[in-house]
């Protein structure tokens, strides 16, 4: 472009040798014609702004995190004159699209366009903006490059991943091995009610479900299993995206996961967050995670609800101390999440810190103040190769 603007005005100093030199129609025309040149290519790129259109779309507006997605963009010229030198420029911080270089320059002839089939993917759970995020233009002389902002941006929903653990290295498998043995020694009670979600399908009584035409299970005697709690960091830690974003992200899949991974061993979850109030799920079965997951994609962390609050709300409940192991996913372990800990250690109650953080020191000095198992996740890691 620095090339071609040095060439210009060399060209119209020359017009303006011949016009006081030589005169005539033919250097004032050659003066006119170099004069006109940047007048008309930035009506040129005026018009290309006006009319230039671009087509996006993407199966769903709701798209899982770190999963590829079919998307789908157009360039297109429905005009009758060239559109040169067009280059689009996409949202790349939170999301990537796969077969598409944003340094390629387009020329569309008039009626036509390019079309992309390609993978949309997201890295984090939120809400944001994907796709194209601006556009450069250029004149023909490449005398002016404009760029400008997608008139229609594309904003999706990102749900949270969930990722299937294969074990938990934090967890004693003793203590897997110990529920599975005390459910095993249950045993089920003659009286048959109605099945309800997230019941055990071995406790269906199939002849008294036949003869009463609906689904009946039969009562389990036996000491109740206690579950195990986990403590949901709610607050919001920054308001940056670049930030939260994957701070957030990873907090939900962790919980995600690990909700997943116990039911799956027939081991009830108690999760406890801060939305507004304190808030507890219950997880037992598929449907009720189902429902938690539901609550997790559209869960808003916010500064208000810090760990204290949330601590504290815990603390009061009397039933967290019937859990007989607790998870905390925190972003970070302040005196307040440390004081639990020790709480819950002379309850006799063991517990884990899951701690979401980049700072590899920042996980260690926090593990020298106290005396229980401490685990970084940074927030680009693989689960199953921390945790599982």
């Known amino acids: 472009m620095k090339r071609n603007w040095i060439i210009l005005i060399a060209l119209w100093i020359l ?6 030199y030589f005169g005539g129609p033919v250097s004032y025309g050659f003066f006119a ?3 006109l040149v940047p007048i008309v290519s930035l009506i040129y790129l005026f018009f290309v702004f006006l009319r230039f259109k671009i087509y996006q779309r993407l199966e769903g507006r709701n798209v899982v995190a770190n ?3 079919d998307f789908y963009i157009a360039l297109q010229n429905e005009d009758f004159f060239t559109f040169s030198g067009i280059r689009i420029l996409f949202y790349s911080s939170f999301s990537s ?16 366009g390019v079309k992309k089939d390609t993978k949309l993917l997201c890295k984090y759970r939120g809400e944001y903006e994907v796709g194209v995020k601006s556009i450069v233009i250029q004149d023909f002389f490449r005398l002016f490059r404009f760029t400008y902002r997608n008139r229609e941006p594309f904003r999706v929903r990102v749900l949270p991943k969930v990722v299937q653990l294969n074990n938990v290295r934090a967890l004693d498998p003793a203590y897997l091995n110990t529920m599975d043995a005390y459910k095993n020694a249950s045993s089920l009670d003659a009286v048959v009610r109605d099945y309800m979600p997230g019941d055990d ?3 269906i009584h199939w002849k008294a479900s036949a003869r009463e035409g609906k689904l009946l299970v039969r009562n389990t005697i036996g000491e109740e299993i206690n579950g195990i709690g986990i ?4 607050s919001k830690c920054s308001y940056n995206p670049m930030e939260f974003l994957p701070v957030e992200n990873k907090i939900c899949e962790t919980v995600l996961a690990l909700s997943m991974y116990f039911i799956g061993h027939n081991i009830p979850v108690n999760v406890y967050s801060m939305q507004g109030d304190l808030n507890k799920h219950t997880i037992g079965g598929i449907s009720q995670f189902d429902e938690f997951y539901k609550y997790v994609s559209t869960f808003v962390f916010d500064s208000d609800a810090g760990e204290e609050k949330l601590i504290a709300g815990v603390s009061t409940d009397r039933s967290f101390y019937s859990n007989s192991f607790v998870v905390l996913v925190l972003h970070e372990l302040n005196e307040t999440a440390k004081e639990m800990m020790r709480l819950l250690k002379q309850n006799n109650i063991s517990s884990v810190v899951y701690l979401i953080t980049d700072d590899k020191d920042e996980a260690n000095s926090e593990a020298d103040g106290v005396n229980s198992n401490i685990v970084q996740i940074p927030t680009d890691a693989d689960l199953e190769e921390v945790i599982g």
């Open 97 to 112: 699209i796969s077969g598409i270089d944003d340094s390629i320059e387009y020329e569309l002839i008039p009626h036509t």
């Open 231 to 234: 403590i949901m960091d709610s």
């Open 201 to 203: 399908i071995r406790s």
């Open 67 to 69: 999963t590829a997605s």
């Open 15 to 20: 017009s303006l040798v011949g016009i006081s």
């Open 33 to 35: 014609a170099v004069t």
